[in-house]
């Protein structure tokens, strides 16, 4: 689907089903991908050149600080620069992280000098030039709330900084929330995200009248990974960096991934990114190396990985799925380019006849949803030695489903944010054969036509597989003897493996797993 901006909304009633919009979020295709510049050394930052202008990038790396329109490359310093902002047309102030402090360059001139910190000595001092210091300082903006300050993050005294322009002087900002935090991003005048410790983003907010909170976006403080969807579960492995692409729409850089991912605060998802076209766009392309800064020009973005800068044009918004109820009902979609064939796609088939079309403005659908019979729920299942006779037994039942949910709480520990266990959803179990069946079932749902779990839990099973609380059913009645509960493996040698519960969606009916149909 290519289209950049998309807004639903519902009209009319869906058999008195008032949640007529259950999900929706994006996804971005950029149609072509091609070599902007071999730099031949890592790059950690670059912007738009305010000095030479025409399409100029800016560049900061290993090597030092240099211009460049993609044809001709010129050295303008030979120091480490981890990160820098342009201050206005002619300075560019300069981040000397292995020196623990900030210079700013004259670009007229030449001149060059420190303007906060001192230089070669690591250490957390509120003052001016030259008692401040920093210690290994990272990222810098300037302060748009105040022209005559930057923001600095403090990587490993876990704070941000204010920076007077004049006179070099430090000022705290915040400290709390943050652990390393290394890159920054404005997101209006009275926010600012700050990527912390490589796998997550926090949000600064300033009030009205002056006070200062942080808050964690996405990503976890304590577990790395590769996950799209809900903002809460989303995973990230060393974010190098996040560019403004629309109102609260941004693009993020997951560099040990080797992704871009889309982050959309207005529907509180996280979403693929595809650099060649694909279609549909679920899962982010892989890129050739670790993406490490972005930065978009004229419609035109631009990411450095490592020791080359792409240039990524053809840029279109799509629509991942949209869950409608049954019934029947009128959608109106308002789009900034013509409506494509299939507007949408969702965890039911529909019927969509277009009523009226007016490209740009509004088109009016007619649509008849039918829910799929089968809905599919990702959980977790295990397998234990037990024999069945004893599953009639009441009072040993009991017993069981009090083991079934102590290793509820477990998996959920272990699980922490990258899955829910509902607590309205007991676990389901089954046994055939003295083999017992369990399976803990998760809030999330799949489209019916799924039949294998989805990738990325890999670490969480690795997890749960470790605790030795799931080597046995573990809670029974003495007064019932047998050999063992011991817990099964499967091929892997693990005991405990992600799997899909099928059900069916409408309660009255059974499932059927030989058809893989309800009745």
């Known amino acids: 689907m290519d289209y950049k901006s998309v807004l639903l909304v519902i009209i009319g009633m869906f058999l008195g089903k008032t949640d007529a919009l259950q999900n929706l979020e994006l996804s ?60 206005n047309r002619t300075h560019v102030v300069v981040v000397h992280r292995f020196e623990h402090c900030l210079k700013i360059l004259n670009r007229e001139n030449g001149n060059f000098q420190t303007l906060a910190g001192t230089c070669g000595y690591s250490g957390y001092t509120e003052k001016g030039v030259p008692s401040g210091q920093h210690f290994k300082p990272f990222g810098v903006q300037l302060d748009i709330r105040n022209p005559g300050k930057l923001i600095v993050t403090d990587t490993y005294n876990h704070a941000l900084v204010s920076v007077d322009v004049q006179s070099g002087q430090l000022h705290t900002i915040t400290k709390s929330g943050f652990k390393e935090p290394s890159s920054l991003q404005w997101a209006n005048k009275q926010q600012v995200f700050v990527i912390n410790y490589h796998s997550y983003i926090s949000q600064v907010n300033w009030s009205n009248t002056g006070s200062v909170e942080s808050h964690v976006v996405t990503g976890s403080p304590t577990i790395q990974g590769d996950a799209i969807g809900k903002m809460e579960q989303a995973l990230f492995d060393t974010v190098a960096g996040v560019e403004k692409l629309r109102d609260n729409i941004y693009l993020v850089a997951d560099s040990k991934n080797r992704k871009l991912k889309l982050l959309d605060m207005n529907q509180q998802v996280v979403g693929a990114v595809c650099v060649r076209g694909e279609k549909p766009c679920s899962v982010s392309s892989v890129l050739p190396r670790e993406p490490t800064s972005l930065v978009e020009i004229e419609g035109k973005m631009y990411v450095a990985m490592h020791n080359n800068i792409y240039k990524l044009t ?12 049954s019934g029947e009902g009128r959608i109106q979609l308002r789009l900034t380019e013509p409506l494509p064939q299939s507007p949408v796609q969702h965890l039911g088939q529909v019927h969509v006849e277009q009523i009226a079309q007016s490209p740009y403005s509004t088109c009016t659908y007619h649509s008849t949803v039918e829910d799929f019979p089968v809905t599919r729920r990702l959980s977790f299942r295990a397998k234990f030695h037990l024999p069945c006779s004893l599953m009639t037994e009441h009072g040993f039942k009991f017993y069981v489903k009090a083991a079934f949910r102590q290793k509820k709480k477990i998996i959920q520990e272990l699980c922490g944010k990258d899955c829910t266990l509902p607590l309205n959803l007991e676990p389901q179990s089954n046994c055939e054969n003295d083999t017992l069946t369990v399976y803990w079932l998760t809030s999330r749902i799949h489209l019916a036509d ?68 309800c009745s």
């Open 28 to 87: 971005l295709s950029y149609t072509n991908f091609e070599l902007f510049l071999k730099t031949h050394y890592p790059v950690y930052h670059i912007e738009p050149d305010t000095f030479k202008g025409n399409g100029s990038l800016l560049i900061g790396g290993s090597r030092g600080l240099e211009t460049t329109d993609g044809q001709t490359t010129t050295r303008i310093l030979i120091i480490f620069v981890s990160s820098f902002t342009q201050l």
């Open 314 to 325: 053809g840029e279109s918004f799509a629509c991942k799925y949209v869950s409608l109820p």
């Open 450 to 517: 799924m039949e294998e779990p989805p990738e990325g839990m890999k670490k969480v099973t690795e997890q749960i597989n470790q605790s030795s609380l799931m080597t046995s059913l573990g809670s029974h009645d003495s007064s019932y003897s047998f050999d063992t509960d011991s817990a099964q493996t499967n091929t892997s040698r693990d005991m405990v493996e992600v799997a899909l519960f099928s059900t069916c969606t409408d309660p009255s009916q059974s499932y059927d797993s030989n058809t893989d149909s």
